[in-house]
């Protein structure tokens, strides 16, 4: 970056109001992380779960067949304008887990997509980390049933969630 880039840079976040410019910084941090994601995931030893999922920081704690177990911390880049969690953080990081509870058991060259997902938000969340456990509840040849519960840092129960996934891929109609 030129001295001329940074110096006007400089200017640009001094006439900020605070709120805006933890906005900003969310922002950059998201950018950053992306530029990291060519080079494997944020977290030393984590998974990366995707190129969304990535940018939000969210990290893949446990994949396994028929379980996944997700982990976010709170960026207030990610806020609504009510000054909680956005709803579709807490989305992606569902859905994403549900993806992971069932690619990880499926044939080679079989993949999943979401169906559909439905998620009640039970409290709002301002600070701290968030983890999303799914299980596969049942699976058939093409249609995966899934639910997910989402807790905060203190094991209040944030979100729970219940979906399907499609099953597709390695067959000789597909």
Request: hydrophobic fraction near 40%; aromatic fraction near 4%.
């Amino acid at each position: 970056m030129t001295a001329d880039l940074r110096d006007e840079l400089r200017a640009a976040l001094e006439g900020l109001p605070d709120e805006q410019a933890r906005t900003l910084l969310g922002w950059a941090r998201a950018i950053r992380r992306g530029r990291q994601r060519g080079a494997g995931p944020v977290e030393p030893g984590a998974e990366t779960v995707g190129p969304l999922a990535d940018a939000l920081g969210i990290v893949g704690e446990l994949r396994e067949p028929g379980r996944c177990r997700m982990r976010l911390t709170v960026d207030p880049a990610w806020y609504n304008p009510n000054g909680v969690l956005h709803g579709g953080v807490i989305y992606t990081m569902v859905d994403s887990s549900m993806g992971g509870a069932v690619s990880n058991g499926l044939a080679e060259g079989q993949h999943c997509a979401t169906i559909e997902v439905k998620i009640s938000y039970l409290a709002s969340v301002r600070e701290g980390t968030l983890v999303a456990e799914t299980e596969v509840v049942k699976q058939g040849r093409s249609i995966a049933f899934l639910e997910s519960k989402v807790t905060d840092d203190r094991g209040r129960l944030v979100a729970t969630a219940s979906g399907s996934m499609f099953i597709f891929g390695a067959g000789p109609n597909e």
